[in-house]
Every structure is written in C-alpha cells, then in structure tokens.
C-alpha cells in the first residue's frame, strides 16, 4: 500500500490550496484518514481527521479555514485549506488506516509542502 500526497506549493496568506492523497496497492477497507503537518522545529500535529462514516475533527487553530473529505470509490482524502495564514506553513502528511492482516496497520504519506508567505 502506498498513498501519494499532492497540492502543495507557495501561496500568499488569504489564499487557497486543495491537498489530495490517493491509496493505491492491495486495499480492502479504509478506516479513518486524516492529515497531520509538521513545522521546523515542531512536533507533528494533528490537523484534520474524517472517520469511515464521515464524521470529522479538526484541530481548533484550522476550524472554519479547513475541510476535510474523501472519496471511498477513489481511496482519496482531500484538504482544502482556505485562508491560510505564515503560521499554516508546514510539511503535510496524510495518513490512512487500512485493513491489512487482520488489523488496521497505518499508512503514511511522503509529505507535501505548505507555504504561506505574509
């Protein structure tokens, strides 16, 4: 299994960008998917999540900016971030939960950058 992250690029704060990530390999079912990001010199955060019956979570500093959706039939999570601020800036990773062996085992992506210039 493999996810294959796109969309990311340099932007200027107030602007818009629309991430996707796409599973591909042997995928039976797909549990929650989310996006994580991760800024120099900080931890990775949690930045958005969406469960298989679609309810989601954000966390508080993207609320109203951010949407998190998927498309099953394409095992494909998106991110669209609107009024995107400098503090946005990151690189983005998403993540899936795939059922695999008999369990979820998460899958990763290798990360897109995120600028945002003021």
């Known amino acids: 299994v493999q996810l294959q992250a796109s969309g990311g690029g340099l932007v200027q704060a107030g602007g818009s960008l629309r991430l996707s990530c796409a599973a591909s390999g042997s995928i039976f079912r797909i549990n929650g998917m989310g996006w994580y990001r991760q800024a120099p010199g900080k931890q990775r955060e949690s930045v958005a999540v969406i469960r298989s019956g679609g309810s989601t979570n954000y966390v508080d500093s993207v609320k109203g900016r951010f949407t998190i959706s998927r498309d099953n039939a394409k095992n494909t999570v998106y991110l669209q971030m609107n009024s995107l601020k400098p503090e946005d800036t990151a690189v983005y990773y998403c993540?899936?939960?795939?059922?695999?062996?008999?369990?979820?085992?998460?899958?990763w992506g290798q990360g897109t950058q995120v600028t945002v210039s003021s």
């Open positions: 993540n899936m939960d795939v059922w695999r062996f008999g369990t979820w085992v998460p899958y």
